[in-house]
């Protein structure tokens, strides 16, 4: 049920291949318009759509019966308020077998780790112990979970739920202090089939730097501090230097623009590669972003280091930017380190069995 950054219909490509029966119900995320065997989209928050929606998806939960598994994308896995979830949760309690809830994005535990200023050295929500709490894109999603009417619904059912999995470090910490009894980390799946391997980089060639940019959350994810760092490297070597810059586009555009680009830029305030990086790494790019020790420690990785780690501080984006046109030969280096540490970790025939080793201890029917 439901979908982020592609993670549910990779997951399910991958059980398939081993054999599993999966029905993906989602939007598509939004504009990002990813796969689905059924699609629950939300045309618009109005009355009459508003209607329509829960007429489909109060049809649509009474027919998803029998599933040895159900996993639920986050808390709030439906288009709706979060005072209604709990009555389509219980439908699909009573009717399916198992219920796992995903730690893999933006929750209660997640918000209250940032807002402590202590879990994490830096976060979406903190810095040191400076809270980004008056930043206007961060107020609503601290309104929302930290004290409001969302977090009731995320403790419910983190509570009821058979089993919690995170997906990245940051995740992992936040939940761990509270269901160390039921949380599994399981990396991210990426499927190597699908994805097409950037063009080698040359030297003496530019160095095409991609960064995407998401309408709205610029501030929180630091994509504008990113950007321009990346101008004025960009204004010192304008001949070895080329930004691809992409805006909010569908996921099959988003891929094709990546394609051209030798390194990506993204996720100032994370330690860990988003499922964004993950994927440009399988395709060969560097990426200067979240690659903090706790990344490769979660993961029991100790030779591989292809991600170009940076702090919330502009300069030290500079600086780490600079540094690598000033050294143009590590780019096949780390380009390669890239690809093998998706196959290592993330592969998503890897992680599928890693979920079906869960599900069987669980005590799934035909896991």
């Known amino acids: 049920m439901g979908d982020y950054s592609n993670v549910h219909w990779t997951l399910a490509e991958g059980l398939r291949q081993l054999g599993q029966d999966v029905t993906v119900v989602s939007d598509g995320d939004g504009w990002k318009n990813y796969r689905r065997d059924i699609d629950l989209r939300r045309k618009s928050l109005g009355t009459w759509d508003t209607l329509k929606y829960l007429f489909k998806t109060t049809r649509l939960i009474s027919r998803l019966r029998g ?20 009555h389509f949760y219980k439908r699909l309690r009573q009717h399916n077998g198992k219920l796992v809830m995903g730690a893999f994005g933006m929750d209660h535990y997640w918000v209250k780790a940032g807002m402590d200023c202590q879990t994490f050295r830096y976060s979406d929500f903190n810095i040191g112990n400076k809270r980004r709490d008056q930043e206007p894109q961060n107020i609503p999603f601290i309104r929302d979970w930290l004290d409001g009417e969302k977090t009731a619904v995320n403790q419910q059912i983190a509570e009821d739920a058979d089993w919690i999995v995170s997906g990245l470090y940051e995740y992992d910490r ?20 699908s994805v097409s391997t950037v063009e080698t980089y040359s030297q003496g060639n530019p160095i095409r730097f991609f ?26 070597h304008p001949e070895q230097v080329e930004i691809v810059k992409v805006e909010s586009v569908p996921f099959e555009e988003y891929q094709h623009l990546m394609n051209s680009s030798h390194v990506m830029i993204d996720q100032l305030y994370s330690y860990t590669p988003s499922m964004n990086s993950l994927l440009a790494m399988a395709k060969g790019l560097i990426v200067v972003g979240g690659g903090e020790p706790e990344n490769y420690e979660i993961l029991g990785e100790r030779e591989l280091r292809p991600i ?3 702090v ?21 280096v780390l380009s390669a380190q890239s690809r093998e540490y998706i196959q290592r970790h993330h592969d998503h025939v890897k992680v599928a069995k890693r ?13």
Do not use: C, W
């Open 355 to 367: 979920y079906l080793q869960l599900y069987h201890q669980l005590g799934a029917a035909h896991a």
């Open 211 to 236: 960064i995407g940019i998401q309408k709205g959350r610029s501030t929180y994810k630091g994509t504008d501090i990113m950007l321009r760092a990346l101008e004025r490297v960009k204004a010192n």
């Open 308 to 310: 170009i780690n940076v």
């Open 67 to 86: 599933y040895d598994v159900v996993q639920l994308i986050n808390p709030i896995f439906l288009d709706l308020r979060a005072g209604r979830i709990p």
């Open 174 to 193: 936040s939940y761990r202090p509270y269901f160390a009894d039921k949380l599994t980390y399981i990396p991210f799946p990426i499927d190597l089939n």
């Open 312 to 332: 919330p501080d502009e300069e030290d984006v500079y600086q780490k930017l600079e540094d690598l046109v000033h050294h143009p030969e590590r780019i096949p």
